[in-house]
């Protein structure tokens, strides 16, 4: 959808709202194509592609404010999900704390849209498909996995003047390779696709597979580990929802009381930096808000966090450009997070370790304490046993019991940052993790 497109469109929510006697009124139009290729056995069995465009409208009346949205555009449609944002608004309960609607201001475009990303054919993705699977294949293994290529445009109109418009593409690769008694895995993004390289990720997945073939058992207990990104995003992606305003008022974020305080290792610093050319995403929030750079931790000490314009209005401290749609519970929270990280490649890491436990990823993730930040999981898709400097084998997985504070303290290497992808959390842009005295609670039989 064109800029002119959408302007058409707010112009009909306009002229829908004033119809009504509301003069504030806010739009949100987005639109999302996606095509994927999914295989498995060795073979691609399904290629689907969707393609979809949102409307959400939000008026303000008298302290009031409410969102209705529909997915579609034609002009019954679009009066249709205006009558109902306003008869939602006047029904609810007036918000002291309800800001009037945002008025426009400058952010920097950034290009995250990519022709290569954007025009990719289902014969582009199989014929890389293709060649993946034809290394793990080779290694005697079966493959699976997914590659999705899409673009999204995210646009921001109100009756202020706020227009900020945002295009972007991203293209995914996951791929596992499973032998009889064993599995490695592999996953990278990119708005780019020629970024990706399916065939070198194939390869990683089907030596992860074939070097943990003969398992071992080793003893629950205390272990320095060897987090690959994948695995570090995973863990360290659970906490960043708490670096929000909102959440500290409400009181459900565990950095209540220890802003300013030093909570991790000296060596850990975090940003959230929506520029970095690593990243994707939107350089504004839902209200139009440019996003800026915010130095979450510097040192091992919590220094920024982030606001909406409502929660900064309340704290009584500039807004950050992180707001989700109003009306919402949730606030805020950093969006385009990096962990600086250091200098040395997990090759190094695993070359200087006389014992250590090297982990490709976890999953089944869950809070066992909100203020203490522990975590429990399981190690997935190759954990290997790391002796006088050589990986010697696979072991059976693990799960951990770890507190993230703790863990974030106890980082004795990290390597350069880099786009990671995992599961259990959004992309974003860490390091692996040399970490002491990471605990693993039990042996799993997965």
């Not at 426009?104 to 289902?122: G, K, V």
């Not at 227009?163 to 708005?191: D, L, Q, V, Y």
């Not at 272990?223 to 409400?250: K, N, W």
């Amino acid at each position: 959808m064109q800029a002119e497109d959408c302007r058409r469109i707010f112009g009909q929510v306009q002229d829908a709202a004033r119809a009504l006697g509301v003069g504030d009124i806010e739009a949100i139009v987005s639109t999302e194509a996606e095509a994927l290729t999914r295989f498995a056995n060795n073979g691609i069995h399904q290629n689907v592609a969707s393609s979809e465009t949102h409307l959400s409208v939000r008026p303000v009346i008298d302290g009031r404010t409410a969102r209705a949205s529909t997915n579609r555009v034609d002009a019954a449609s679009i009066r249709r999900v205006v009558q109902e944002a306003v008869a939602i608004t006047r029904l609810t309960e007036p918000d002291r704390s309800l800001l009037d609607l945002a008025g426009p201001a400058e952010y920097t475009q950034i290009r995250r849209h990519f022709a290569s990303t954007a025009d990719a054919t289902p014969r582009d993705r199989a014929a890389a498909v293709a060649a993946a699977i034809a290394v793990v294949e080779e290694a005697g293994q079966t493959a699976a996995g997914i590659y999705s290529t899409g673009e999204t445009t995210f646009t921001v109109l109100n009756s202020r003047g706020v227009f900020a418009r945002h295009t972007e593409t991203m293209s995914r690769f996951s791929i596992t390779a499973m032998a009889p008694a064993s599995s490695g895995w592999a996953k990278a993004s990119n708005c780019d696709r020629r970024a990706l390289d399916p065939v070198s990720l194939a390869r990683i997945a089907a030596q992860k597979a074939a070097r943990s073939a003969d398992l071992r058992e080793l003893p629950p207990g205390r272990y320095t580990v060897i987090l690959e990104p994948a695995a570090v995003l995973d863990l360290a992606g659970q906490m960043f929802g708490d670096f929000s305003g909102t959440a500290i008022r409400d009181g459900r974020s565990f950095l209540n009381d220890r802003i300013g305080n030093k909570l991790f290792g000296e060596n850990i610093a975090i940003v959230d930096e929506v520029a970095h050319p690593a990243q994707s995403g939107a350089p504004f929030d839902a209200e139009g808000v440019p996003r800026r750079s915010l130095n979450l931790v510097e040192r091992g000490v919590v220094r920024e966090i982030a606001y909406s314009r409502q929660a900064a209005a309340l704290a009584g401290v500039q807004p950050t450009g992180h707001g989700y749609p109003l009306p919402n519970e949730l606030g805020e929270a950093p969006a385009n997070m990096v962990i600086l990280g250091g200098t040395t490649p997990v090759e190094q890491m695993i070359a200087a370790s006389p014992r250590a436990i090297l982990v490709t990823r976890l999953w089944y993730i869950r809070e066992v304490d909100p203020y203490e930040k522990i975590f429990t999981g399981m190690t997935r898709d190759g954990t290997f046993l790391v002796e006088d400097g050589q990986v010697v084998c696979g072991l059976r997985n693990f799960r951990f019991n770890e507190s993230l504070i703790e863990m974030l303290s106890r980082v004795e290497a990290m390597s350069e940052p880099v786009r990671a992808s995992g599961e259990e959390a959004p992309d974003m842009v860490v390091p692996a993790m040399q970490v002491a005295d990471f605990r693993f609670s039990e042996v799993t039989r997965f």
